[in-house]
């Protein structure tokens, strides 16, 4: 079996910056990836991290440690837009061509 | 670019009905999913599709029958709903090759059942 953890709230202040974990247990691994999903719409793919390191797009970064079976994603120069639930999810062998995602972290961003 | 399509996006139904959710994309991407989400469950994987007359059971696939006649289809059927099923479901597919843990979702469908 597989499972995923991740903190399940986080509020930080607009303009500060704001890591989001997550750890996993899985049989394989295929990669750690990040989505973003606001209210009542869909998720979106945000990052994939297949080897250990740290990835940047734009504001976001996401970084994974293989031998620790951690990840985050890192979210700077915080935006009123940014606050969404943000998903970690990976495939392995159990999941096969599928993609498994933790629990979310709803990230609320204030004034 | 239509992408990936749902429907329909709101249902009510009664308890003991047959539900279909459909789910078309128009990319030809092989691999298809179907997800529901329910507050403090995440995204549970349900079904998914390798490709045509291709089909594998996720993690909750109790209640529910899945097909892919065409690789642009794939639908969803609720045999018999419960209240239980109460929950948005999106539908998503992914391409082959590169890109193997980008997928992209349709915009949800949300099933009341009463």
């Known amino acids: 079996g597989q499972s995923l953890e991740q903190p399940s709230e986080v509020t930080a202040v607009e303009g500060a910056i704001v890591q989001i974990n997550c750890t996993y247990q899985t049989s394989g691994f295929y990669g750690l990836s990040w989505y973003q999903q606001h209210d009542g719409g869909a998720p979106t793919f945000l990052s994939y991290n297949a080897l250990d390191g740290l990835e940047e797009t734009g504001r976001f970064s996401s970084f994974l440690s293989r031998s620790d079976s951690y990840g985050y994603l890192l979210l700077q120069e915080l935006q009123m837009k940014d606050s969404a639930s943000y998903f970690c999810?990976?495939?392995?062998?159990?999941?096969?061509?599928?993609?498994?995602f933790g629990k979310g972290t709803s990230l609320l961003v204030t004034p | 670019d239509a992408g990936i399509t749902q429907s329909p996006r709101y249902k009510i139904t009664e308890t003991g009905r047959q539900v279909t959710l459909m789910c078309h994309q128009t990319?030809?991407?092989?691999?298809m999913f179907w997800y529901r989400q329910d507050l403090g469950h995440g995204l549970r994987l349900i079904y998914y599709s390798a490709a045509a007359d291709i089909t594998d059971k996720g993690e909750v696939p109790d209640g529910y029958v899945v097909s892919r006649s065409k690789t642009e289809n794939f639908p969803l059927t609720l045999e018999s709903a419960t209240r239980s099923q109460t929950s948005v479901y999106f539908c998503a597919s992914r391409r082959d090759g590169s890109g193997l843990n980008t997928i992209y979702f349709g915009e949800g469908s949300w099933l009341t059942v009463v």
């Open positions: 999810a990976v495939r392995d062998l159990d999941s096969g061509y599928a993609l498994n």
């Open positions: 990319w030809s991407h092989s691999y």
